[in-house]
C-alpha cells in the first residue's frame, strides 16, 4: 500500500482492479459482468439440453396387432383398420356374415413324418369366407406316425389329434364347400395337392400369382407375411403358425384388390348342345356369361356346295375345279357334254389306239 501523499502507482491500481471491493464484499465490475455472462450460458445450456431430450426421446410406436392407435386409411374402397381387425379375428358377425357366400379362402399346415420329419403330411384345413367367418377349421388323422410336428411353424400338437378327423371325411367337406365358389388362395396349388382335390381355373384366384402378374411385388413367390406387411401394415406369423390368421389375411389381400384382379377375368362359356346334322334348321347359341348370340336360320340346300366330278373339298377330281351353288329353279345340266358352252359335244378314238 503506498504511503500518505503519494500518487498510487500504476502497477498498485491494476492490482486494486483485480482484488475483490472489501467494502461491498462483492467483486470489480469486470468479474460482475464475467458472471452475468457466466449465468446466461449456464440458461441457454439448460435450455438446450431439454431441446435435445425432447427431439431424440423414443416415441413407442404400437405393438404388432394394435390396430386401434392406428390411422384408418381406405384403400380401393376397403378399410385398411377394418382388415387388420378381421384377419386378428376381432370382428363381429352378423347371421348373414356367417353363411358361405361366393368367395371361400383355404389355407393347411402341415406336419412332418417318415424319417426326420422331412414328408408332409396335412394336419390342419381352414375355410373362411368374404369376411373371415370361419367355415371350416378341423385337424386331420395321420395315418403314420408323426416324426415332427413343427409346432414353431404350424402351430400343432400332439394334443390336437386326439379331436382329429380321417383325412376322407375332411376332404369330403372341403369339396362340397367349395362347389360352384371362388377359391381364394396363397399358393393354393400347394394346398389342394395336399387334399388331393381340384379346382376349375376361372374359379381360383391364387394370390402370390395375381400378386406379381398386377406388379403389386416384383417377386413371383413373395411370402404371404411380406405381402401383408406390404399391403396391410401388419405382421403375422412372427411366432407360431394359425390356418385361420393365413386364410383370413389372404382374403383380405385379395378384398383390397378385388376390382382390379377381376378385371381381367373373361366369362366362363358353357357349352350348349349342338343341334343333330338330320333337322332341317339350324342354329347354334353361344353362352357368354349373361349376354347370347343367336345366328339366323340356316338353309341347308341354299348353302350347300357341289364340287364336279366329285372329290373332297380342297381335292383336284382330275378337271379343273369348278364351284356353284345349286338353286332349287335350275335344272341340273350335263357338265361333261358342254365343257366349251356349245352344243353336244363327241369323244373320238385315235385309230390304232
Known amino acids: 500500500m503506498p504511503s500518505p501523499g503519494k500518487r498510487p502507482s500504476s502497477n498498485w491500481l491494476a492490482l486494486q482492479k483485480t482484488l475483490p471491493d472489501t467494502k461491498t ?12 455472462v457466466e449465468h446466461r ?4 445450456s439448460s435450455n438446450e439440453d431439454r431441446q435435445t431430450s425432447v427431439d431424440t426421446s423414443f416415441v413407442r410406436g404400437p405393438e404388432p396387432g394394435d390396430v386401434r392407435s392406428i390411422p384408418d386409411e381406405t384403400k380401393n374402397g376397403e378399410s385398411i383398420a377394418a382388415l387388420r381387425t378381421m384377419i386378428l379375428g376381432e370382428l363381429q358377425y352378423s347371421l348373414p356374415q356367417q353363411q358361405p357366400g361366393k368367395y371361400l379362402a383355404l389355407d393347411c399346415e402341415m406336419v412332418g413324418v417318415g424319417p426326420e420329419g422331412k414328408e408332409s403330411s396335412l394336419a390342419r384345413v381352414s375355410l373362411v369366407n368374404y369376411y373371415g367367418a370361419v367355415q371350416l377349421d378341423v385337424f386331420v388323422r ?4 408323426v416324426t415332427d410336428y413343427r409346432t414353431q411353424f404350424s402351430g400343432v ?3 390336437d389329434m386326439g379331436k382329429a378327423k380321417q383325412f376322407g371325411e375332411v376332404q369330403a367337406q372341403v369339396a362340397e364347400l367349395l362347389k360352384d365358389r371362388i377359391l381364394v388362395g396363397h399358393a393354393v396349388h400347394n394346398d389342394m395337392k395336399a387334399l388331393l382335390l381340384s379346382h376349375p381355373h376361372h374359379q381360383t384366384r391364387d394370390t402370390q400369382i395375381y400378386a406379381f402378374k398386377h406388379k403389386v411385388t416384383r417377386s413371383k413367390r413373395a411370402a404371404l407375411r411380406h405381402l401383408v406387411q406390404q399391403e396391410l401394415g401388419l405382421t403375422i406369423q412372427s411366432g407360431e403358425h394359425s390356418s385361420v390368421t393365413d386364410a383370413r389375411a389372404t382374403m383380405a ?3 383390397i384388390h378385388r376390382k382390379e384382379w377381376e378385371r381381367g377375368q373373361k366369362p366362363h362359356l358353357v357349352a350348349q348342345p349342338v343341334p343333330s346334322p338330320a333337322t332341317g334348321n339350324k342354329r347354334k347359341r353361344i353362352n357368354a356369361g349373361t349376354d347370347s348370340l343367336q345366328l339366323s336360320e340356316l338353309n341347308e340346300e341354299s348353302t350347300l356346295l357341289t364340287y364336279p366330278g366329285g372329290g373332297r373339298k380342297g381335292v383336284s377330281s382330275g378337271l379343273s375345279t369348278v364351284v356353284k351353288r345349286r338353286d332349287s329353279g335350275i335344272k341340273k345340266t350335263k357338265w361333261w357334254v358342254q365343257l366349251d358352252g356349245s352344243s353336244k359335244g363327241h369323244m373320238r378314238m385315235a385309230a390304232g389306239s
Do not use: N, T, V
Not at 464484499?25 to 452475468?36: H, N
Not at 450460458?41 to 441457454?44: C, D, F, V
Not at 395321420?142 to 406316425?145: A, D, K, L, S, T
Open 157 to 159: 400338437r400332439a394334443s
Open 253 to 255: 389381400l385379395y378384398r
Open 142 to 145: 395321420q395315418r403314420e406316425r
Open 25 to 36: 464484499g462483492g467483486s470489480s465490475k469486470p468479474a460482475r459482468k464475467k458472471r452475468k
Open 41 to 44: 450460458h449456464e440458461s441457454l
